[in-house]
């Protein structure tokens, strides 16, 4: 499926004429943008609940004993 989104600023310039444009192809559904502004905002923790890690920490498995093998 794809999505055509239209702007609502430019809905009642495009919204028919994309609708037609796309009439023929069942896997395109053109759609209003209704959003009013953004979700989020500046300074916002996101919930308080980002857990920041050292990405160059070994994994466990890496981290146990190798097997020494006799020669």
């Known amino acids: 499926m794809i999505y055509c989104v239209v702007p609502a600023g430019l809905a009642d310039e495009l ?6 444009y796309y009439a023929d192809d069942p ?3 053109v759609i209003v943008d209704r959003r009013r502004g953004e979700r989020r905002t500046r300074g916002s923790d996101g919930g308080g609940m980002r857990q920041l890690r050292d990405r160059r920490q070994r994994s466990f498995s890496d981290r146990q ?4 093998v006799e020669q």
């Open 65 to 68: 004993p190798q097997p020494l």
């Open 15 to 20: 919204y028919d004429k994309l609708t037609a």
């Open 27 to 29: 896997n395109v559904t």
